[in-house]
């Protein structure tokens, strides 16, 4: 993950904010990074619109859900570079909390978001959590912090 953050950085395309940071990796396929994938959504977004995935499940009164939503608009593509801007929304009995970002992808590129679910999220509800993405709640690495949640969004272009 340091490799990732430090490349992002140096070409200016890092931000790291207090709960969670984001950057942008070049010539992302090209990539031999070794990483688990967890869930995979295959969103079709026009120019001007969105699309959300969601993750998770309805509380036992079914008034919330306990997850994580991910809402990604697309707002133009223009001279090889998609411009959208991304929301992952945390929900649980404890609260909710939003990750907002725009971002200005170059084709080929890939977006990441770092620290959207960390091992202290879900205290309460993780046994209710069994899905997909949420088995990193049974990863050692994870829960000792060697690895980390990483939500990439690597568009495909038609």
């Given at each position: 993950?340091?490799?990732?953050?430090?490349?992002?950085?140096?070409?200016g395309l890092y931000q790291s904010l207090p709960?969670?940071?984001?950057?942008?990796?070049?010539?992302?396929?090209?990539?031999?990074?070794?990483?688990?994938?967890?869930?995979?959504?295959?969103?079709?977004?026009?120019?001007?619109?969105?699309?959300?995935?969601?993750?998770?499940?309805?509380s036992d009164d079914n008034t919330q859900l306990?997850?994580?939503?991910?809402?990604?608009?697309?707002?133009?593509?223009?001279?090889?570079?998609?411009?959208?801007?991304?929301?992952?929304?945390?929900?649980?009995?404890?609260?909710?909390?939003?990750?907002?970002?725009?971002?200005?992808?170059?084709?080929?590129?890939?977006?990441?978001?770092?620290?959207?679910?960390?091992?202290?999220?879900?205290?309460?509800?993780?046994?209710?959590?069994?899905?997909?993405?949420?088995?990193?709640f049974k990863s050692q690495d994870f829960m000792?912090?060697?690895?980390?949640?990483?939500?990439?969004?690597?568009?495909?272009?038609?």
């Amino acid at each position: 993950m340091s490799q990732w953050v430090n490349e992002s950085n140096s070409t200016g395309l890092y931000q790291s904010l207090p709960e969670y940071a984001v950057g942008i990796l070049n010539d992302f396929k090209k990539r031999n990074d070794k990483f688990q994938t967890l869930k995979s959504a295959d969103l079709k977004i026009q120019a001007g619109k969105s699309a959300s995935d969601v993750s998770g499940v309805m509380s036992d009164d079914n008034t919330q859900l306990l997850g994580l939503t991910v809402n990604v608009e697309l707002k133009s593509f223009e001279n090889e570079i998609l411009l959208g801007s991304i929301l992952v929304n945390k929900s649980g009995s404890q609260g909710s909390e939003g990750y907002p970002s725009e971002f200005e992808l170059p084709k080929g590129s890939a977006f990441f978001l770092i620290g959207a679910l960390k091992v202290e999220n879900f205290q309460t509800d993780k046994n209710k959590l069994t899905g997909p993405p949420f088995q990193i709640f049974k990863s050692q690495d994870f829960m000792t912090r060697k690895t980390e949640f990483v939500i990439i969004l690597e568009p495909v272009y038609k």
